[in-house]
């Protein structure tokens, strides 16, 4: 198992920007394909954006294509979520993923993911 510890959530208003950060420790973080996802009150947990293991795939939900970006650092064994222009619709507590098998290319689906964070909260005001 990976233990992951995600950082960077906040308050910010429409227009804004926020960094997320995924610390990542045990298993070997450069082997994983990493995910992010999302879950707002009420609704069902979303997928984000994922990552294959190399970092050189990446692909996005089409609610946040062109506004964020994930990239992922592995001698620092770390995942981030640079978010531009957000939108109250962003407002949901988010989670880094590590997919269960090595050398993935990235995958959107959660039961792909067998390792989750605690989740940060990113808080949009209009």
């Known amino acids: 198992q990976v233990q992951l510890v995600e950082s960077g959530g906040g308050l910010v208003q429409a227009g804004g920007s926020l960094r997320l950060s995924c610390a990542a420790s045990g298993r070997t973080f450069s082997s994983y394909a990493m995910g992010w996802f999302r879950q707002a009150p009420g609704k069902q947990r979303e997928f984000v954006a994922a990552?294959?293991?190399?970092?050189?795939?990446?692909h996005y939900a089409d609610s946040v294509k062109g506004r964020f970006t994930i990239s992922r650092d592995n001698a620092k064994n770390t995942l981030y979520l640079q978010m531009n222009s957000l939108k109250p619709e962003d407002t949901a507590v988010y989670y880094c993923a590590a997919e269960r098998r090595q050398y993935g290319l990235g995958n959107s689906s959660p039961p792909e993911f067998g390792s989750w964070g605690q989740g940060t909260q990113v808080t949009v005001s209009s």
């Open positions: 990552i294959s293991w190399s970092g050189v795939s990446t």
